[in-house]
């Protein structure tokens, strides 16, 4: 006689939406997507390296430099329509006040311009880039009051050598308050040696009415060294208000 044994169901818990303790993907990975593999914990921490280290690369990379050196490339293709000139001012194209500043009379006045905007300005940008452009613009505005109020005999201004003077007396200063903070005399005398010169170069210019270093007659157009003057103060202000060397942001 044969003896039967009860069947034995197992029944499963009720499905609430949720894995079950000590759950695991049937496959021996931790992912059962087909294609797609999880990153390495290498590359994790090599992206966020770079996500850190991004800013910083950016905040040292004197971009208003170089893009507003690239705007004083752009615009010799159109002077006449972004130089100063009184009378187009005087009937509303105001904005020749600042582009005035960026356009040039030849390429060669444009080389010399934008090669020591470029140089000056790196140094300015990667101490301080709100200093920098603060003097920017506020040496185009205050060369360009200054020539519409005290020589109403200029009709029309092209050139950046005012805001360069500008951005001359910024890094020199710049380096004399460094050198006093850190006790470096070397720095401190060459910084009073430049600024200095500087002054001896205005008050020649002044005195006599023509630029130092540019021949006036041979580049067929007259230097104004009210230009650098302002341009000088502007840039001794800026760098006196703003303190010394800072990291840029």
């Given at each position: 006689?044969?003896?039967?044994?009860?069947?034995?169901?197992?029944?499963?818990?009720?499905?609430?939406?949720?894995?079950?303790?000590?759950?695991?993907?049937?496959?021996?990975?931790?992912?059962?997507?087909?294609?797609k593999?999880?990153?390495?914990?290498?590359?994790?921490?090599?992206?966020?390296?770079?996500?850190?280290?991004a800013?910083?690369?950016?905040?040292?990379?004197?971009?208003?430099?170089?893009?507003?050196?690239?705007?004083?490339?752009?615009a010799?293709?159109?002077?006449?329509?972004l130089?100063?000139?009184?009378?187009?001012?005087?009937?509303?194209?105001?904005?020749?006040?600042?582009?005035?500043?960026?356009?040039?009379?030849s390429?060669?006045?444009?080389?010399?311009?934008?090669?020591?905007?470029?140089?000056?300005?790196?140094?300015?940008?990667?101490?301080?880039?709100?200093?920098?452009?603060?003097?920017?613009?506020?040496?185009?505005?205050?060369?360009?009051?200054?020539?519409?109020?005290?020589?109403?005999?200029?009709?029309?201004?092209?050139?950046?050598?005012?805001?360069?003077v500008?951005?001359?007396?910024?890094?020199?200063?710049?380096?004399?308050?460094?050198?006093r903070?850190?006790?470096?005399?070397?720095?401190?005398?060459?910084?009073?040696?430049?600024?200095?010169?500087?002054?001896?170069?205005?008050?020649?210019?002044?005195?006599?009415?023509?630029?130092?270093?540019?021949?006036?007659?041979?580049?067929?157009?007259?230097?104004?060294?009210?230009?650098?003057?302002?341009?000088?103060?502007?840039?001794?202000?800026?760098?006196?208000?703003?303190?010394?060397?800072?990291?840029?942001?």
């Open positions: 006689m044969l003896e039967l044994q009860p069947a034995t169901i197992r029944t499963l818990p009720p499905d609430t939406g949720e894995s079950p303790p000590f759950s695991r993907p049937a496959c021996g990975v931790r992912s059962c997507v087909p294609g593999r999880p990153a390495s914990g290498a590359a994790k921490r090599s992206a966020a390296t770079l996500w850190r280290m800013p910083t690369f950016l905040r040292r990379l004197p971009v208003f430099t170089l893009l507003l050196g690239a705007c004083a490339l752009v010799s293709g159109m002077a006449h329509r130089e100063f000139d009184r009378h187009a001012v005087a009937a509303g194209q105001v904005w020749r006040l600042v582009t005035g500043h960026w356009t040039h009379w390429s060669n006045h444009l080389l010399w311009d934008v090669a020591t905007f470029a140089a000056l300005g790196i140094l300015a940008e990667r101490r301080s880039r709100a200093a920098f452009l603060a003097c920017t613009l506020a040496s185009a505005v205050a060369i360009s009051a200054g020539l519409w109020f005290l020589r109403p005999d200029v009709v029309t201004y092209r050139g950046l050598s005012g805001i360069d500008g951005l001359f007396a910024v890094v020199a200063t710049g380096m004399i308050r460094d050198a903070t850190t006790r470096h005399r070397p720095t401190a005398i060459l910084a009073i040696a430049a600024l200095g010169a500087l002054g001896l170069k205005l008050a020649w210019e002044l005195t006599t009415g023509s630029a130092f270093f540019v021949d006036t007659a041979a580049a067929e157009f007259q230097s104004l060294p009210l230009a650098h003057a302002l341009g000088a103060a502007v840039g001794a202000a800026v760098a006196f208000f703003r303190g010394g060397a800072e990291t840029p942001a």
